[in-house]
Structures are given as structure tokens and as C-alpha cells.
């Protein structure tokens, strides 16, 4: 697979044959729910981003493909990333694909809609926040440095003052081709015969670089934790932290690494987060211990081939079974800088001494913090 680029819009084709017909879309947008300030270079100015704005850019999509019949979408968001999947046909997918892109970015930003998404977003955030898991995670995230780039208070208070302006300027600063990302997964070799990118590439899009912002961190100050919060239900969270002193240490190998150790001491049931800002390991409702002496075990010869044949056909399913959160993979990588198919390469190819050799030139401090909550 190869990076293309129309227009400013990345994208990359994956030929995989579903049913000879079946063409599977995600289309990422580099505004996730840790993004407050963003550098404009256009203006050379910095804009401050409403946190809320990104699950309401959901919702406010999804108001309009309900009035859209025949056009499906599903939608998540990551740390970093919006998430926008459709499942379409070789037959369907340039109308389909005409209407998608029409709704993010051509058409004027409809005030009565913007208003009806706040409504769902503040409803499905009140829902949420009574969910014990939800408010473990997002304490979690504050103990943890999180705290850096994202706290949900902070984004309740955004929330319940959100303002149309406040989406406008989300949407001028954000959603266009240059932050965006397309993957399109299915029997197909070329766009080149479909309306939809003749339209790409005849838009007039906003070429500016936009930089974000993270708060900056002194990781010989973070220390190990351990809070527990008094409930009715009992549930608890760990997360190993992992801050890397070498600066030319890449996205992809830091992928490697964390999943690897995932793997060893939690048998997958664990959540990985690799970016260029905080990378850990969460893991939930399993013995709270500090793990970090039991990392380098992580990569004896005995368990390694297990751990690998494991990853590797878990991608493999993904990409058969389940397109769509394979998409959402390859584009979650892509849009950091990191690279699946890379990843699954040094995947399938390391051993014991070459990862061992990888963690050491990570050079890396380790923290660990437990909430009991």
C-alpha cells in the first residue's frame, strides 16, 4: 500500500476482495478529544479549540445523514483523531463518497443542526458520566499525565458552554483536506474513474499547516501513584506510563514495544495508546501491581513467538473480519506518524535480542499509577 495524495487529502488504497463488491471507508480528521490550542500558520495565530467540539462534529454529521437516506456512517474519536466509517459498493461508492464529502467539507455549517448535536452530546455525556467505567477511565486520565492535554471537567465546562462561534472556528481550523486522512478498503486499484475525485481535486481547500499544541512535562518529576476513591461498585484501572529520553525513538517502534509488554502481562485485554505525547498501557479490572519490574521478562524467546503469532493474526482477522476497525487502525497509525504495515514487518521479524536492544535504546522512564475507584 502507498500514500497518495489529491489536493492536499492523503489517502491509501488496500486491495482486499470482500464479496467482490464491498468497499469499506474511514476517513480520518486530526482533531481528537486532547486538541485545546492549534497554531494557525496561515494567520500566524495560535486558536484555542472548544474541547467539546469534536464529539458534537459527530453528532452534527450523523443529524445530517439521518435526513440522508441510503448513507450510513459510525463514528468514534480517539485521543488525537476522529474516526468517520462507511461501508459502501463498488456500485454506490462515488455517489456515496459525493454525499460524505459534501457534508464535511463543502456545505455551510447549519446553526439549527449544530444546536440539535449539542442537545445529543450534552445527553449522551450525562448518560456516560453515571457509567462506572467511564468515570474510572477519566479519572484515570487525570492521575495520569493525560492531565497534560485532556480532563473531563474541563471538558464538561466546555460543553455546557459551547458556542456556535466555537464551532465555526473548529470546523475552519480543523476539518479540512490537509488535516484529513482517507483509507478505502475493498476490489478497487485506482480513483481516477469516480466523480468524487475529480471533486477532491477541484475543491479549493485551505492550505495552511496546522500545529497543536501539548503542554510540556518534565518526566523526571512524575511519580508512581496509587488513589483510591470511595463508590457504591468497585472497579479499578492501572496504567504504565512510559516516557521516552530518546527523542529519535519512532512512533512505530514505540508501538512495538508497548504492544509487546500489552501482550506478555495482559494477554491483550489491555488498551495501548502510542502518540508523540504520553505513551501507556491502561488496563482495567486486573491486579493492580507494579509491573514495570516484570517488563524486560516480557521478552524472553519462550513467550515471544506466542506474543508475535498472536498480534499478527489479530491483524490478519481485523483486516478479514472486521474492515472497518482495521481501517480505523491503519488510519490511527497513519495520522501519528507510524505505519501498520512497518509495524507488522519488525513485528513478524524481531527476537529476543534485537527487542530487548529496541527497549534499551528507547531509553525509558517508566510510571505506574493505580485508582481504585
Same mark, same amino acid.
Not at 120 to 127: A, G, I, L, V
Not at 142 to 165: A, H, I, P, Q, R
Not at 254 to 270: G, R
Given at each position: 500500500? %502507498?500514500?497518495?495524495?489529491?489536493?492536499?487529502?492523503?489517502?491509501?488504497? /488496500?486491495?482486499?476482495?470482500?464479496?467482490?463488491?464491498?468497499? #469499506?471507508?474511514?476517513?480520518?480528521?486530526?482533531? @481528537?478529544?486532547?486538541?485545546?490550542?492549534?497554531?494557525?500558520?496561515?494567520?500566524?495565530?495560535?486558536?484555542?479549540?472548544?474541547?467539546?467540539?469534536?464529539? *458534537?462534529? +459527530?453528532?452534527?454529521?450523523?443529524?445530517?445523514? /439521518? !435526513?440522508?437516506?441510503?448513507?450510513?456512517?459510525?463514528?468514534?474519536?480517539?485521543?488525537?483523531?476522529?474516526?468517520?466509517?462507511?461501508?459502501?459498493?463498488?456500485?454506490?461508492?462515488?455517489?456515496?463518497?459525493?454525499?460524505?464529502?459534501?457534508?464535511?467539507?463543502?456545505?455551510?455549517?447549519? =446553526?439549527? *443542526? &449544530?444546536?440539535?448535536?449539542?442537545?445529543?452530546?450534552?445527553?449522551?455525556?450525562?448518560?456516560?458520566?453515571?457509567?462506572?467505567?467511564?468515570?474510572?477511565?477519566?479519572?484515570?486520565?487525570?492521575? %495520569?499525565?493525560?492531565?497534560?492535554?485532556?480532563?473531563?471537567?474541563?471538558?464538561? %465546562?466546555? +460543553?455546557?458552554?459551547?458556542?456556535?462561534?466555537?464551532?465555526?472556528?473548529?470546523?475552519?481550523?480543523?476539518?479540512?483536506?490537509?488535516?484529513?486522512?482517507?483509507?478505502?478498503? @475493498? /476490489?478497487?486499484?485506482?480513483?481516477?474513474?469516480?466523480?468524487? #475525485?475529480?471533486?477532491?481535486?477541484?475543491?479549493?481547500?485551505?492550505? #495552511?499547516?496546522?500545529?497543536? &499544541?501539548?503542554?510540556?512535562?518534565?518526566?523526571?518529576?512524575?511519580?508512581?501513584? $496509587?488513589?483510591?476513591?470511595? /463508590?457504591?461498585?468497585? #472497579? $479499578?484501572?492501572?496504567?504504565?506510563?512510559?516516557?521516552?529520553?530518546?527523542?529519535?525513538?519512532?512512533?512505530?517502534?514505540?508501538?512495538?514495544?508497548?504492544?509487546?509488554?500489552? %501482550?506478555?502481562?495482559?494477554?491483550?485485554?489491555?488498551?495501548?495508546?502510542?502518540? @508523540?505525547?504520553?505513551?501507556?498501557?491502561?488496563?482495567?479490572?486486573? !491486579?493492580?501491581?507494579?509491573?514495570? =519490574?516484570? *517488563? &524486560?521478562?516480557? &521478552?524472553?524467546?519462550?513467550?515471544?513467538?506466542?506474543?508475535?503469532? @498472536? *498480534?499478527?493474526?489479530?491483524?490478519?482477522?481485523?483486516?478479514? =473480519? !472486521?474492515?472497518?476497525?482495521?481501517?480505523?487502525?491503519?488510519?490511527?497509525?497513519?495520522?501519528?506518524?507510524?505505519?501498520?504495515? !512497518?509495524?507488522?514487518?519488525?513485528?513478524?521479524?524481531?527476537?529476543?535480542?534485537?527487542?530487548?536492544?529496541?527497549?534499551?535504546?528507547?531509553?525509558?522512564?517508566?510510571?505506574?499509577?493505580?485508582?481504585?475507584?
Amino acid at each position: 500500500m %502507498s500514500l497518495n495524495d489529491m489536493n492536499h487529502l492523503k489517502f491509501t488504497i /488496500n486491495e482486499h476482495n470482500y464479496n467482490g463488491r464491498d468497499i #469499506y471507508i474511514n476517513l480520518g480528521i486530526g482533531a @481528537g478529544y486532547c486538541i485545546k490550542k492549534i497554531w494557525n500558520s496561515d494567520n500566524q495565530k495560535e486558536v484555542e479549540i472548544n474541547t467539546s467540539c469534536v464529539c *458534537i462534529f +459527530l453528532n452534527y454529521i450523523k443529524e445530517i445523514v /439521518n !435526513e440522508e437516506p441510503g448513507l450510513k456512517v459510525d463514528g468514534t474519536i480517539s485521543k488525537n483523531v476522529i474516526h468517520i466509517s462507511m461501508k459502501t459498493s463498488k456500485e454506490e461508492m462515488d455517489e456515496d463518497m459525493q454525499m460524505l464529502l459534501d457534508i464535511i467539507y463543502r456545505l455551510p455549517v447549519d =446553526k439549527r *443542526i &449544530f444546536e440539535n448535536a449539542v442537545k445529543k452530546t450534552r445527553s449522551d455525556f450525562n448518560k456516560k458520566i453515571k457509567d462506572i467505567a467511564f468515570q474510572t477511565r477519566n479519572k484515570m486520565m487525570g492521575f %495520569s499525565d493525560f492531565s497534560n492535554s485532556y480532563n473531563y471537567k474541563d471538558y464538561k %465546562s466546555d +460543553l455546557d458552554k459551547v458556542t456556535y462561534e466555537d464551532f465555526l472556528a473548529f470546523f475552519v481550523n480543523l476539518i479540512t483536506f490537509e488535516n484529513s486522512y482517507l483509507f478505502i478498503n @475493498g /476490489n478497487i486499484k485506482t480513483l481516477r474513474d469516480f466523480m468524487f #475525485y475529480h471533486f477532491i481535486n477541484n475543491e479549493k481547500d485551505r492550505k #495552511y499547516q496546522i500545529k497543536k &499544541f501539548y503542554e510540556e512535562k518534565d518526566i523526571f518529576l512524575l511519580t508512581n501513584q $496509587q488513589n483510591i476513591l470511595k /463508590n457504591y461498585e468497585n #472497579y $479499578q484501572i492501572g496504567c504504565i506510563q512510559f516516557d521516552f529520553s530518546n527523542q529519535e525513538f519512532s512512533i512505530t517502534n514505540k508501538f512495538v514495544l508497548l504492544s509487546i509488554i500489552a %501482550s506478555s502481562l495482559f494477554q491483550n485485554k489491555a488498551e495501548v495508546n502510542v502518540d @508523540g505525547l504520553e505513551p501507556c498501557i491502561l488496563y482495567y479490572n486486573q !491486579e493492580l501491581a507494579e509491573y514495570k =519490574k516484570r *517488563i &524486560f521478562d516480557c &521478552f524472553n524467546s519462550q513467550n515471544l513467538k506466542q506474543i508475535k503469532n @498472536g *498480534i499478527l493474526d489479530k491483524y490478519s482477522e481485523l483486516l478479514d =473480519k !472486521e474492515p472497518k476497525k482495521f481501517g480505523q487502525a491503519y488510519v490511527e497509525m497513519t495520522m501519528q506518524g507510524s505505519d501498520l504495515e !512497518e509495524y507488522l514487518n519488525i513485528i513478524e521479524q524481531i527476537d529476543e535480542k534485537s527487542v530487548k536492544d529496541l527497549y534499551r535504546k528507547g531509553d525509558i522512564k517508566i510510571t505506574e499509577r493505580h485508582l481504585i475507584y
